[in-house]
């Protein structure tokens, strides 16, 4: 078996063990209860438990109650007892026949509150910045009167804080996920076939990316231009790249719960003397990103060195918000690489490198790389790009 598909070994339960210690020490320090999550980010983060059709369906929702002292309990619907026991760690349960529109599970959420040792008076939920809910926003407004007198304040803090640092075996499944696409990129100039589309591309990519080892491929944007894309966002389209265009492929492959995030540029026939400026002032902002990814440094220091490299390689002041962000159990994470992001950088962060350059109105080339810090810098978790930018003959 080809060693890109030998499976990982499992989380062991310790690993489990000292998430749930991680956030119990945030949880003191921002003076919570306990956290509850919903979401499968953060759900499997702390319990383990894995599914695919949870996340796929609204019908159904699942709860995860971390205490800061006490016992971690799962409130999950009945038909789902023999996937959890397989899956997580945790093995107390509480559980409700699902679907009940009526009551999802609020009435046993609202019990596990009211028992716990309670110091802060306050449980942490699922309401900051760059998270989101796994039941409805109704649910919500009435468990917040139902769980009095605790309040219901903000816990993002506490999770964004015990997700932004890997372990080994975390950064060994984004690496993963990185290797296979990178397997994949180098062998989609052989296999392209004239007249494909940026959808034929797409899907060539992500079914290549699974028989390589991926689990699913879920975001595979694939744009096509005449030097250049129009933005990061359309796409792909059942648009033709013919000579003279640039593609880029933005690739987030998931192995075993976490994500890749990474681009790769390719050329139909030898890319223009302005592609090959902007390309190569790319990679060298890139390598400036890299040698200011390190411990002690801001993720606002990274986006400074790489907006440097450009300007000076005289393409001025960046127009993007950011160059890269953490990477993770999503494929954006905190921190994010721009101006007035002072979160420093410490060993266990995974990060991607991306700067890009405006070549006009609605054109623009990005370039990215996915990195874990060290103890004395950083480590590429993709193979770096070639400095010369990729070309599929015509």
């Known amino acids: 078996m080809p060693a890109s598909r030998r499976e990982l070994p499992r989380f062991s339960r310790a690993e489990f063990e000292a998430r749930a210690e991680c956030a119990r020490r945030l949880m003191t320090k921002s003076r919570l209860d306990a956290v509850l999550v919903s979401t499968e980010a953060n759900l499997g983060y702390l319990s383990g438990f894995t599914s695919q059709l949870p996340w796929l369906t609204p019908a159904r929702p699942w709860y995860f109650l971390l205490p800061r002292v006490g016992r971690p309990v799962g409130i999950i619907p009945d038909s789902g007892v023999d996937a959890w ?3 997580s760690w945790v093995t107390e349960l509480r559980t409700w026949r699902s679907p009940n ?20 008076g306050r449980v942490g939920f699922e309401l900051g910045p760059e998270t989101r809910l796994g039941f409805p926003v109704a649910d919500l407004l009435r468990l917040k009167d139902m769980i009095r007198p605790a309040e219901m304040v903000d816990g993002s803090g506490v999770l964004r804080a015990a997700r932004m640092i890997k372990s080994p075996a975390e950064i060994a499944r984004i690496r993963r996920a990185a290797r296979i696409a990178c397997d994949a990129f180098d062998a989609l100039p052989d296999a392209f076939e004239k007249g494909w589309s940026e959808r034929d591309v797409m899907r060539w990519m992500q079914a290549e990316t699974l028989l390589r080892g991926a689990d699913k491929a879920p975001f595979m944007m694939v744009r096509s231009g005449a030097g250049a894309i129009s933005s990061l966002y359309l796409g792909p389209t059942g648009r033709r790249p013919k000579r003279g265009d640039v593609m880029l492929i933005d690739a987030g492959c998931v192995y075993d719960g976490y994500s890749c995030d990474f681009d790769r540029l390719f050329s139909f026939g030898p890319p223009t003397d302005e592609v090959k400026r902007a390309h190569e002032a790319l990679w060298r902002a890139t390598e400036a990103g890299l040698a200011a990814a390190r411990p002690g440094n801001t993720a606002e220091a990274v986006f400074l060195a790489q907006a440097k490299a450009l300007e000076e390689a005289g393409w001025g002041r960046p127009k993007m918000g950011r160059f890269g962000h953490g990477l993770g159990r999503i494929i954006t994470e905190p921190p994010s690489n721009k101006l007035g992001d002072k979160t420093k950088l410490r060993p266990g962060m995974v990060l991607t490198i991306e700067p890009g350059v405006s070549l006009g109105p609605e054109r623009m080339l990005v370039h990215e790389e996915n990195i874990a810090i060290t103890e004395d810098g950083c480590r590429l978790l993709t193979r770096r790009a070639r400095r010369r930018m990729a070309e599929i003959e015509t």
């Open 85 to 87: 026991r397989a899956t």
């Open 101 to 120: 529109p009526e009551n999802e599970g609020l009435d046993l959420i609202a019990a596990a509150i009211g028992s716990l040792k309670v110091r802060y």
